[in-house]
């Protein structure tokens, strides 16, 4: 008799004591809830990758001995192809099989050595480069991308322009929490538990500082980082691109719709909770779902975590799994 494949639980029901959205929020980047994760770091070797607008990108690519595919996996702001979360669902996929290449954007993790010019959240042709790139080397083997936070608006951006300019054998792209309007989830930021005001400023500073030292004769951000909310510091920085007009301007260029998903020619799966406490809902509630887009609204997970206990798990992780080993549980 055939053995019926195990199904995931189609929805996120976290244990009673795990259902606080910022404990939730906390545990995603919490390295005491890291599982083993030593193969994948054992098989890891750094890449830098040249794109085509002569940036470079930071990438640590483990690759499987019998490899099921690659996945890509890009970070959130001021993570790193090291956060916590990344190296879970890294660690995850390749105990399944899968290849993992963990992208850092611009001036993330240890490669702000690398580009000259500063990170924002609308350097989407570089990414897509550095995407296109890792997925060309993976020859006929299929290729998923999984973002979370910005990263996950990165993801969303580069399946949007894959319907334009086709990245060789992209199957999937999965998005964990995006932000829809960085305005607004940069807004949610400064005006919520000042938790998350604190945490997103110190890391931008000491990235900034960082900067500063690297290449002091473009950079002095001394003044600004007196800057006491993330709005305030984005307003300030606005002097080093005056390719854009405003802040506001700069946040519309990565701002996502529903009319940006219309030509969407490929799956993508969003992950996003009621009570996450940085991205608003109301632009949620404006996004409908077609024969590419599905959304997962859940009830619990704060911001990148839906994650459990006793068993661990952290539950997107195995709906992802279902869908590229399985095809898609509800069809």
């Avoid at 990245?167 to 995006?178: D, E, G």
Wanted: aromatic share 12%; hydrophobic share 40%.
């Amino acid at each position: 008799m055939k053995r019926k494949s195990k199904r995931v639980d189609p929805c996120f029901l976290p244990r009673s004591f795990l259902k606080n959205r910022h404990l939730q929020s906390m545990m995603a980047s919490s390295r005491f809830l890291l599982p083993p994760h030593r193969v994948l770091l054992d098989h890891s070797k750094k890449l830098i990758i040249n794109t085509s607008q002569g940036s470079k990108l930071l990438a640590h690519i483990s690759l499987h001995t019998a490899s099921r595919g690659l996945i890509i996996i890009l970070h959130g702001w001021e993570g790193s192809s090291s956060s916590a979360y990344v190296l879970a669902a890294a660690a995850f996929f390749f105990e399944k099989g899968f290849s993992i290449a963990r992208l850092n954007l611009r001036d993330h993790g240890e490669s702000h050595h690398l580009n000259e010019g500063l990170f924002h959240g609308a350097l989407l042709e570089e990414t897509f480069s550095a995407v296109n790139t890792l997925a060309i080397h993976e020859e006929n083997r299929p290729v998923y991308l999984l973002g979370f936070s910005m990263g996950a608006n990165f993801s969303l951006r580069i399946a949007i322009n894959h319907s334009r300019t086709p990245i060789r054998n992209l199957r999937h792209v999965f998005a964990v929490s995006p932000p829809l309007d960085p305005y607004k989830t940069t807004l949610a930021i400064d005006q919520g538990p000042g938790i998350y005001r604190k945490y997103f400023l110190k890391k931008w500073k000491r990235s900034l500082r960082q900067k500063q030292r690297l290449f002091p004769s473009k950079y002095n951000f001394t003044k600004m980082l007196n800057a006491k909310t993330c709005m305030e510091l984005t307003e300030n920085i606005m002097i080093y691109f005056p390719e854009f007009t405003s802040y506001r301007d700069y946040f519309k260029l990565y701002t996502l719709t529903d009319q940006s998903f219309q030509n969407l020619n490929i799956p993508v799966n969003i992950f996003i909770s009621a009570d996450d406490p940085v991205i608003p809902q109301d632009d949620y509630e404006l996004l409908h779902e077609s024969g590419f887009l599905k959304i997962a609204r859940e009830k619990y997970g704060g911001h990148c975590g839906f994650i459990d206990l006793f068993p661990y798990k952290r539950w997107y992780n195995e709906i992802i799994s279902d869908l590229v080993t399985q095809g898609n549980p509800c069809s």
